[in-house]
C-alpha cells in the first residue's frame, strides 16, 4: 500500500495506468487537460507502454479510443464540458457497439454563459446515451471507482461504457492523500483486457455499427436495456469483491443517517461531503436529517432509493445542474419518480451551477426549509436555492474572480 | 439476471455478438420506404444504359444479352424516379406500390 498526495486529474491518471491503458486519445480541455498532459507525458518517457494518438477533437478522441479498443486493448480518453458534448455522436455508437470503454468526466457547465467551472450540466445531457455513469465525492474515489467501472463494465453481462465523473477543480484540482493500489492487486482484479464481443481483426473482418433497419434496432436497443438493467447487479458485486480486494467500502447509493432521519438530502458528487458534514452539526443540535448519496446514477438505482427513503416525509433533492423548463433538475425527476405512491414530498433545489461554492450554509438552509415543510410551519420553498437577490438585475461580466 | 445472448446464433456464426455486425456484405432494405417503382417497356427500349449512368443508388444492371435487359435491384431501389425521366426512350414508367394507382 502507497500513499501519495494526488489531485482529481492526478489520481484518474494513476487508475488509467494501473489498468494498463494500451492507447490513448485525448484532447486537452479545462479542467481535464493535465489527464490528457501526464499521459502523454508518461508515454513519452516510456513508463507507460501505449500509443497516444494526438487527435484535432473530441469527436475524434471518442472515436479513436473506442475503435481501439475494438482492436482487444483498453482505450484511455478522457473530457469535460463542451467536449463531451461534441462527443455526444459517438458517445452513442461506443454504447451500441458494446465496447466498455472507461472514461473519466470531470464535470465543468456547458455553455451559456461561458464558464470553466464546475456544475454537472455536461454528464447531465449524457444520462440516456447508453453509458452507466459513477459520481465521485473525493479523491480517493476517483480511483476506487475507475476500477470499480472497469470491471463492471467489461463483466459478460454488463459489456456497455462508463463514465466515471468528478466535479472540475473542487476535485479535479485539489489535492488529497489516496490509498493507490498496488498493480499486482489491480491485475489480479481487473484481469487482463479480452476482447469479449465485436472486434476489429484483419483476419477476421467484420462490419460494426453497420445501418440496422427497423426490423432489428428495437432489439439491439432492448439488448442494452438488459445490460443496464444486469449492471445494477453486477456493480453490487463488484463492489463487494473491490472491499474484499482492496479493503474500501464502496456502493452504488450512499446512506447517511437516513435511518431515523425525518428529513433526507439527496447529493451526488462533490457536495455530498460538504453535506455529510452539515448533517453532523445538525445532528448535534438534535435535528434528525440525513443524506443519501447516489454513487451509480446510470442505470439509475430506482429500487435502492425507493428502499432506503420509503418512510421518509420530506426529501430534498440538490441537483448540479439547472433543468431548465422543469420546476427541478433531472436527479429531483427521477428521485420523485421512485419515490411515487410513497408519501414523500419531494422538493427540487437547484444550487452550484457553474462553479458556485456548495458551502455548509448551503445545504443547512436546505435542511431547514425541509424540516419547516416537515413540520407544516411553511409551504414556501426555495429552489434556486443559492440564487443573488438581485437575479434579474441587467448586468455585465466585469471581472470574472 | 436476464442473461444476454453468449452463443453463436445461427444467422451470425462468426462470433458471439452483442450490437449491430454483419460478417458479409449487407446492407439494411433501404428500398423499403420506396413508394414508387421503375418498370422498363421492353418494346421501347434500345439498352442505351442511360438509366443506369444516372442512376445515383448505382443499382441498375444492364445485360445486353437478355431481352429485358434492364436489372433494378429492388432491394435498395429508392423509387427516385431519375432512370424514368432521364430514358431517352421513355419506356420505364414509375408505378405505384401496393397497387394503388
Not at chain 1, 6 to 25: F, Q, T, Y
Not at chain 1, 100 to 117: E, Q
Not at chain 1, 140 to 162: R, S, W
Not at chain 1, 206 to 232: C, G, H, I, R, S
Request: proline content about 5%; overall charge negative; some cysteine.
Amino acid at each position: 500500500m502507497a500513499y501519495k498526495m494526488l489531485d482529481g486529474n492526478a489520481a484518474a491518471v494513476e487508475a488509467m495506468v494501473l489498468a494498463r491503458v494500451k492507447v490513448i486519445s485525448a484532447y486537452p480541455i479545462t479542467p481535464q487537460s493535465y489527464i490528457a498532459e501526464k499521459l502523454a507525458d508518461l508515454v513519452a518517457k516510456g513508463v507507460l507502454d501505449a500509443e497516444y494518438i494526438r487527435v484535432e477533437s473530441e469527436h475524434t478522441a471518442m472515436t479513436a479510443a473506442t475503435t481501439a479498443q475494438l482492436t482487444g486493448v483498453r482505450a484511455a480518453t478522457a473530457t469535460s464540458s463542451v467536449g463531451l458534448a461534441l462527443m455526444h455522436e459517438v458517445l452513442g455508437m461506443t454504447a451500441g457497439i458494446r465496447m466498455p470503454v472507461v472514461m473519466p468526466v470531470v464535470n465543468r457547465a456547458l455553455l451559456s454563459p461561458w464558464s470553466l467551472w464546475c456544475d454537472h450540466s455536461d454528464t447531465m445531457d449524457e444520462r440516456d446515451s447508453g453509458w452507466m455513469q459513477f459520481y465521485c465525492q473525493d479523491v480517493q474515489d476517483i480511483i476506487d471507482l475507475m476500477l470499480v467501472a472497469y470491471k463492471t463494465a467489461e463483466h459478460d453481462q454488463v459489456l456497455l461504457p462508463a463514465m466515471v465523473c468528478f466535479d472540475g477543480f473542487f476535485l479535479s484540482h485539489s489535492m488529497q492523500k489516496v490509498d493507490v493500489p498496488e498493480q499486482e492487486l489491480v491485475d489480479n482484479f481487473l484481469g487482463e483486457y479480452k476482447r469479449k464481443n465485436l472486434y476489429l481483426d484483419t483476419s477476421d473482418p467484420m462490419f460494426v455499427n453497420d445501418l440496422t433497419p427497423p426490423e432489428d434496432y428495437t432489439e439491439f436497443k432492448y439488448q442494452m436495456k438488459v445490460a443496464m438493467d444486469n449492471a445494477l447487479q453486477v456493480a453490487p458485486e463488484v463492489m463487494a469483491e473491490f472491499e474484499r480486494s482492496f479493503g474500501r467500502k464502496l456502493s452504488i447509493i450512499e446512506e447517511f443517517q437516513t435511518a431515523d432521519a425525518d428529513v433526507v438530502l439527496v447529493t451526488l458528487g462533490s457536495m455530498s461531503g460538504t453535506a455529510k458534514q452539515t448533517v453532523l452539526r445538525l445532528r448535534e443540535k438534535g435535528l434528525k436529517v440525513g443524506l443519501l448519496r447516489i454513487v451509480l446514477y446510470r442505470p439509475f438505482p430506482f429500487k435502492q432509493i425507493r428502499e432506503a427513503l420509503k418512510n421518509v416525509k420530506v426529501v430534498g433533492v440538490l441537483d448540479r445542474s439547472s433543468g431548465l423548463g422543469l420546476p427541478g433538475g433531472p436527479v429531483w425527476v427521477e428521485v420523485s419518480c421512485a419515490l411515487s405512491g410513497c408519501g414523500a414530498v419531494v422538493k427540487p433545489y437547484i444550487g452550484g451551477l457553474g462553479g458556485r461554492d456548495v458551502p455548509e450554509s448551503t445545504i443547512e438552509k436546505i435542511f431547514n426549509e425541509l424540516l419547516a415543510i416537515k413540520n407544516q410551519e411553511t409551504e414556501t420553498h426555495t429552489s434556486w436555492i443559492d440564487t443573488k437577490a438581485n437575479a434579474m438585475d441587467i448586468r455585465e461580466v466585469l471581472k470574472v474572480v | 439476471m436476464q442473461k444476454q445472448p453468449d452463443g453463436r446464433t445461427p444467422e451470425l456464426k462468426k462470433c458471439r455478438v452483442l450490437g449491430p455486425m454483419a460478417s458479409i456484405f449487407t446492407s439494411a432494405n433501404t428500398g423499403s420506404f420506396r413508394i414508387e417503382r421503375p418498370v422498363v417497356d421492353y418494346d421501347k427500349c434500345i439498352k442505351c444504359g442511360i438509366c443506369a449512368r444516372n442512376c445515383p443508388g448505382n443499382i441498375i444492371e444492364i445485360k445486353k444479352e437478355q431481352k429485358e435487359c434492364v436489372e433494378i435491384d429492388y432491394y435498395y431501389c429508392k423509387g427516385c424516379g431519375i432512370c424514368a425521366n432521364e430514358c431517352p426512350q421513355k419506356a420505364i414508367a414509375m408505378v405505384r406500390e401496393r397497387g394503388e394507382h
